[in-house]
C-alpha cells in the first residue's frame, strides 16, 4: 500500500481504545523516498490537535537536533510506535499529559509501522526512546544497553539496512543537564549521518 492509502486508512482506525480519548490518528510524515525512518513513541498534546508528529517541544529539540547531526528533517520520514494519543485527563485548557503506552497498544498500531516500512523501504532507523525501541526490536530490547551503536535491521521490516536506537528529545528536556543530554542524543544522530 502507498503512504496516502495507509494514512487514509488509519485515520479510521479503532483497533484498540486510544482512538475514543484522542482528537485524530497521527500517521507519520515526510518523503516516501526518504533514507531514514525516525519512530518515536506516540504523538503528544500538540501532535494530537495538529495532526502531525514531532511538531511540539520534544519535535522542536529534535530539529535542532537533525540540524546538528547534519541530518536534514526534510528529507527524513517521522512517524511513532503508536498512533493515538494516550494521555492522562486534563483540567480543560490545561496540556494534556501522555501516559507510556502498554504492550497492547503497540502491538495493534504494529500493523501500521510495518506498512510504513513496506511503503518507505529506508535505509536506517532510528528509534527514539524505549517505547519505539521494543515496537522494533521487542520487548526485551534496552535503549541503555544499546544505545548510539549500529544494529541489524529490525526483524519483520520492510528494508535492508541498519538501526540505531537513543533517547527520545524529551528525556532531553526533563534531563537535569539538558546540555548534557542534547550533546547526547546529537551523538547518537552523528552515528547515522557517519553510516549513510
Not at 498534546?45 to 537536533?65: H, Q
Amino acid at each position: 500500500m502507498s503512504l496516502a492509502t495507509l494514512r487514509q486508512e488509519a485515520a479510521t482506525c479503532q483497533r484498540c481504545h486510544l482512538y475514543q480519548d484522542a482528537t485524530q490518528t497521527v500517521f507519520g510524515a515526510g518523503p516516501a523516498d526518504a533514507e531514514v525512518v525516525v519512530v518515536g513513541e506516540q504523538p503528544g498534546d500538540i501532535e494530537d490537535r495538529r495532526g502531525e508528529p514531532f511538531v511540539g517541544p520534544a519535535g522542536k529539540l529534535l530539529d535542532r537536533a537533525f540540524e546538528a547531526a547534519g541530518l536534514d528533517r526534510s528529507r527524513l520520514y517521522v512517524t511513532n510506535a503508536v498512533k493515538h494519543f494516550k494521555h492522562r485527563p486534563a483540567a480543560p485548557g490545561k496540556r494534556r499529559i501522555h501516559a507510556t503506552p502498554v504492550r497492547s497498544e503497540i502491538v495493534a498500531c504494529r500493523p501500521w509501522l510495518v506498512g510504513e516500512f513496506a511503503a518507505l523501504t529506508p535505509r536506517a532507523v532510528v528509534a527514539l526512546g524505549a517505547t519505539a525501541a521494543k515496537a522494533l526490536f521487542g520487548a526485551s530490547f534496552t535503549v541503555t544497553e544499546s544505545r548510539g551503536t549500529l544494529l541489524p535491521w529490525p526483524p519483520e521490516l520492510a528494508g535492508d539496512g541498519f538501526a540505531l536506537a537513543t533517547i527520545h528529545p524529551s528525556a532531553v528536556l526533563r534531563s537535569d543537564d539538558r546540555d548534557a543530554a542534547f550533546a547526547g542524543l546529537v551523538a547518537d544522530l552523528n552515528v547515522v549521518a557517519a553510516a549513510l
